[in-house]
Protein backbone atom coordinates (compact mmCIF):
# COMPACT_ATOMS: atom_id res chain seq x y z
CA UNK A 1 0.00 0.00 0.00
CA UNK A 2 1.29 3.51 -1.09
CA UNK A 3 2.26 5.88 1.59
CA UNK A 4 0.18 8.57 -0.30
CA UNK A 5 -2.59 6.15 0.08
CA UNK A 6 -2.52 5.25 3.60
CA UNK A 7 -2.21 9.04 4.18
CA UNK A 8 -5.15 9.89 1.78
CA UNK A 9 -7.51 7.59 3.86
CA UNK A 10 -6.60 8.28 7.30
CA UNK A 11 -7.25 11.95 6.33
CA UNK A 12 -10.72 11.23 5.22
CA UNK A 13 -11.39 8.99 8.14
CA UNK A 14 -10.65 12.05 10.17
CA UNK A 15 -12.55 14.29 8.27
CA UNK A 16 -15.81 12.08 8.12
CA UNK A 17 -15.17 10.96 11.75
CA UNK A 18 -14.51 14.61 13.44
CA UNK A 19 -14.93 17.31 11.08
CA UNK A 20 -18.54 16.85 9.78
CA UNK A 21 -20.81 16.18 12.77
CA UNK A 22 -22.31 13.27 13.76
CA UNK A 23 -26.20 12.32 14.39
CA UNK A 24 -26.67 14.63 17.40
CA UNK A 25 -23.32 16.43 17.80
CA UNK A 26 -23.98 20.05 18.24
CA UNK A 27 -22.08 23.24 19.31
CA UNK A 28 -22.98 23.81 23.04
CA UNK A 29 -26.03 25.82 23.93
CA UNK A 30 -25.25 29.45 22.96
CA UNK A 31 -22.05 28.67 21.14
CA UNK A 32 -20.58 30.31 18.12
CA UNK A 33 -17.94 29.26 15.61
CA UNK A 34 -15.72 31.54 13.34
CA UNK A 35 -12.58 31.52 11.96
CA UNK A 36 -9.06 33.41 13.16
CA UNK A 37 -6.89 34.52 10.68
CA UNK A 38 -3.61 34.14 11.95
CA UNK A 39 -0.26 36.37 11.13
CA UNK A 40 0.62 34.03 9.18
CA UNK A 41 -2.69 33.30 7.52
CA UNK A 42 -3.25 29.93 8.65
CA UNK A 43 -7.09 30.31 9.93
CA UNK A 44 -8.03 28.66 13.01
CA UNK A 45 -10.93 27.38 13.83
CA UNK A 46 -12.84 28.74 17.12
CA UNK A 47 -16.08 27.89 19.50
CA UNK A 48 -17.24 30.41 21.96
CA UNK A 49 -19.88 29.98 24.61
CA UNK A 50 -21.02 30.76 28.01
CA UNK A 51 -21.20 34.42 29.76
CA UNK A 52 -18.41 36.19 31.43
CA UNK A 53 -19.22 37.55 34.83
CA UNK A 54 -16.42 39.44 35.88
CA UNK A 55 -13.39 41.00 33.91
CA UNK A 56 -10.91 37.75 33.44
CA UNK A 57 -13.93 35.47 33.71
CA UNK A 58 -12.66 34.70 30.05
CA UNK A 59 -10.83 30.79 29.36
CA UNK A 60 -9.07 29.59 26.90
CA UNK A 61 -9.04 25.93 26.48
CA UNK A 62 -5.89 24.10 24.56
CA UNK A 63 -7.08 20.74 23.34
CA UNK A 64 -4.44 17.57 24.10
CA UNK A 65 -2.92 15.91 20.99
CA UNK A 66 -1.15 17.34 18.33
CA UNK A 67 -3.28 16.82 15.45
CA UNK A 68 -6.48 16.44 17.65
CA UNK A 69 -9.52 18.75 18.19
CA UNK A 70 -11.39 20.55 21.06
CA UNK A 71 -15.02 19.71 21.33
CA UNK A 72 -14.14 16.57 23.58
CA UNK A 73 -13.31 19.10 26.28
CA UNK A 74 -16.94 20.83 26.14
CA UNK A 75 -19.00 18.79 28.30
CA UNK A 76 -15.85 19.29 30.82
CA UNK A 77 -16.93 23.19 31.28
CA UNK A 78 -20.09 23.22 30.20
CA UNK A 79 -21.49 23.20 34.05
CA UNK A 80 -19.67 26.31 33.97
CA UNK A 81 -20.71 28.53 31.49
CA UNK A 82 -23.07 30.26 33.53
CA UNK A 83 -19.59 31.45 35.13
CA UNK A 84 -16.96 31.76 32.44
CA UNK A 85 -16.65 32.67 29.20
CA UNK A 86 -15.19 29.84 27.20
CA UNK A 87 -13.27 29.60 24.31
CA UNK A 88 -11.68 27.25 22.12
CA UNK A 89 -9.86 26.59 19.06
CA UNK A 90 -7.93 23.62 17.07
CA UNK A 91 -4.68 23.89 16.90
CA UNK A 92 -3.13 24.22 13.68
CA UNK A 93 -2.78 21.54 11.52
CA UNK A 94 -5.53 20.14 13.58
CA UNK A 95 -8.98 18.66 11.98
CA UNK A 96 -10.74 22.26 11.42
CA UNK A 97 -7.57 23.93 11.30
CA UNK A 98 -5.29 22.39 8.81
CA UNK A 99 -1.93 24.02 7.79
CA UNK A 100 0.96 23.61 5.56
CA UNK A 101 3.11 20.61 7.90
CA UNK A 102 5.97 23.23 7.61
CA UNK A 103 4.14 25.86 9.65
CA UNK A 104 3.30 23.56 12.61
CA UNK A 105 5.95 24.38 15.56
CA UNK A 106 5.59 25.03 19.54
CA UNK A 107 6.59 28.56 18.78
CA UNK A 108 3.91 28.85 15.84
CA UNK A 109 1.29 27.33 18.31
CA UNK A 110 2.60 30.23 20.64
CA UNK A 111 2.22 32.63 18.12
CA UNK A 112 -1.35 31.44 17.13
CA UNK A 113 -2.33 31.69 21.04
CA UNK A 114 -0.91 35.47 21.22
CA UNK A 115 -2.93 35.87 17.93
CA UNK A 116 -6.04 34.80 19.52
CA UNK A 117 -5.27 36.52 22.49
CA UNK A 118 -5.18 39.72 21.02
CA UNK A 119 -8.23 38.94 18.89
CA UNK A 120 -10.06 38.68 22.07
CA UNK A 121 -9.07 41.83 23.25
CA UNK A 122 -7.93 40.36 26.65
CA UNK A 123 -4.62 41.81 28.66
CA UNK A 124 -4.18 38.39 30.29
CA UNK A 125 -5.62 34.83 29.54
CA UNK A 126 -6.66 32.02 32.16
CA UNK A 127 -5.89 29.18 30.74
CA UNK A 128 -7.28 25.86 30.92
CA UNK A 129 -4.75 22.99 29.27
CA UNK A 130 -5.32 19.65 28.72
CA UNK A 131 -2.93 16.46 28.12
CA UNK A 132 -0.11 17.91 25.46
CA UNK A 133 -1.76 21.18 25.54
CA UNK A 134 -0.08 22.35 28.30
CA UNK A 135 3.46 22.19 26.67
CA UNK A 136 1.64 25.01 24.92
CA UNK A 137 0.38 26.54 27.98
CA UNK A 138 4.34 26.24 29.40
CA UNK A 139 5.62 28.09 26.46
CA UNK A 140 3.03 30.29 26.05
CA UNK A 141 3.83 31.62 29.84
CA UNK A 142 7.34 31.55 29.41
CA UNK A 143 7.25 33.71 26.30
CA UNK A 144 4.72 36.40 27.57
CA UNK A 145 4.09 35.81 31.08
CA UNK A 146 2.37 39.48 31.45
CA UNK A 147 -0.79 37.80 29.34
CA UNK A 148 -1.29 35.12 31.74
CA UNK A 149 -3.35 35.54 34.48
CA UNK A 150 -3.89 31.92 35.81
CA UNK A 151 -3.17 28.42 34.66
CA UNK A 152 -4.94 25.39 34.71
CA UNK A 153 -3.87 21.84 34.14
CA UNK A 154 -5.40 18.69 33.73
CA UNK A 155 -3.40 15.41 32.80
CA UNK A 156 -0.45 17.68 32.08
CA UNK A 157 2.92 16.50 30.91
CA UNK A 158 5.91 17.45 33.16
CA UNK A 159 7.67 20.36 31.63
CA UNK A 160 10.82 19.93 29.47
CA UNK A 161 13.75 19.94 32.05
CA UNK A 162 12.25 19.08 34.70
CA UNK A 163 13.61 16.31 36.87
CA UNK A 164 10.77 15.97 39.88
CA UNK A 165 13.74 17.35 41.84
CA UNK A 166 15.25 14.16 42.28
CA UNK A 167 18.73 15.20 41.29
CA UNK A 168 21.45 13.22 42.28
CA UNK A 169 24.09 15.11 44.69
Known amino acids: MSHFFVR ?59 GAEQSYLWSAVEPLANQYHFVFYDQRGSLRSPSPDSTVSLPR ?24 GSRLAYAYLRKHPEHVHRLVLAGPLVPTGFDGGNKQK
Open 8 to 66: TSCTLLLLVGFVLPADGQHLPDGAEDWYLETSDGVDLYVVEFGAATAPGDTVVVLHGGW
Open 109 to 132: FVADLEDLRSELEQEQLTIFAHSM
